[in-house]
């Protein structure tokens, strides 16, 4: 075999996510020391057992970058730089200190890991962890990380008149729609609840997220099992008010279609594609009617747009630097020189016949191949992050969230916290953390029960 210093340098050096053994045995990668046991045995015995610590034996995207993270204290969050972590705890550090060589390496691995867990519990929630303010919309913005509007709350009063006893399933006979996702904190349905039918706290940042969700798109209504119909709030950034309601079907695409900018457009709007449908019957169509009556007067006592694309949502168009593989698109600043965003350069249908590529890659030197195209994507990301060119990465992340397969989660895991971070978009950047280590299919998105 080839010694290391005869193995040609990977064209993509230490920015490469592959994590083929083939790959990494036949290329150098001059900084990934941990993905080498020669290297590792080297380093080990260059540094003194004080200066190994998690941070230098595992390095992610954003090392090459810097900026600082946030973290969680008892009084919200603080920033800090990325490169003056702290450690996970005291006794670990005696620990460390203790250590020899390859132990202290794998401690540091596993001080690292126990960081991971301490950061994924901070953003669970019972009773005990996570408080639950008398004042419901603070309550709600404690656990879902975002303000609700207005219509939220007006739509909910509008359930309880419509059923008072059971206001969350005031639409079900009629349409099929439960309220779900925050409205279960106006329903008290997390009051008591510890752990769920999983043995599990309680996540809200996933309670009702389905597969295809991104951190923008927020479930509040959901329908049928079968195409997993939902509706949600969709906000571009979690400290401003949703600028639609917009409906996914998960179990058919990652598309997200626009049904109005409030909940009660968003009712009459699906109302009326059922009433049109060939498929309902005149006794259903007669029982659509006399409840979009009703949404019709209170929306209008309310002072509420119907309209499917309302005078504010065609504003956001106009912000929209690229529709992404989900439709809706997205919005990110982009000063007066033009600085905040470049596009991915390929386009959608052929950014689609990569990942297919990849996707359905026989081998693990196919995909390798495969993979290069992708690759050098991210390497373009990488300079545009560099000259603050935030949303091609956000672009790109979005893309591969959105065709779904469980091979690029790496990439994910990288691009989109990133981006997130990047963009001062902080509770988004904790919610694809969270989502992406549960990501699934189905319905059993529940997290209370």
Sequence with gaps: MASKEEKPQCKFGANCYRKNPQHIQNYRHPKRKHDSEDDQQKETKKVTKEEVSPEKTHKTITDFFGGKKKEKTNNGTAERDSDNEPKASSSNDSEERKSHDKKDVEESVESKEESVESDEESV???????????????????????????DFFEFWEFCCH????NPRDALHDVLGYQLVGPFDILAG???????????????????????????????????????QFHLGYLRDDPSEMPVMVAANSAAESCNILPKGDNLFAAIKNCIDEQIKAKSTDGTKKKKLQNIQDEIIEWAKKKKYSLDLKSKGMKERDKKVVCKTFHGAGIVVPVDDNEVGYRPVPETTGDLKKMMKKVAESKTDKERDENMDQIQELITLVQFANDECDYGEGLELGMDLFCYGDKVFRSMMEHLLPLAYQLLGRIEYEQIIKAHLKSRQKGTDLNQLD
Excluded: C, Q
């Excluded at 419509?162 to 006893?165: A, N, T």
């Excluded at 599990?200 to 927020?218: A, G, Q, S, T, V």
């Design 189 to 227: 349905r997390h009051k008591g609840v510890r752990k769920n039918k999983h043995g599990r706290k309680p996540n809200y940042l996933l309670h009702w997220r389905y597969y295809y969700d991104p951190p923008e798109f927020m479930t509040v209504i959901r329908g049928d099992n079968k195409s």
């Design 162 to 165: 419509l059923d008072k006893k």
């Design 124 to 150: 669970e929630s019972d009773e005990e962890s996570l408080p639950s303010p008398d004042d419901v919309a603070e309550n709600i913005k404690r656990k879902f990380l975002v303000e609700m509007p207005d």
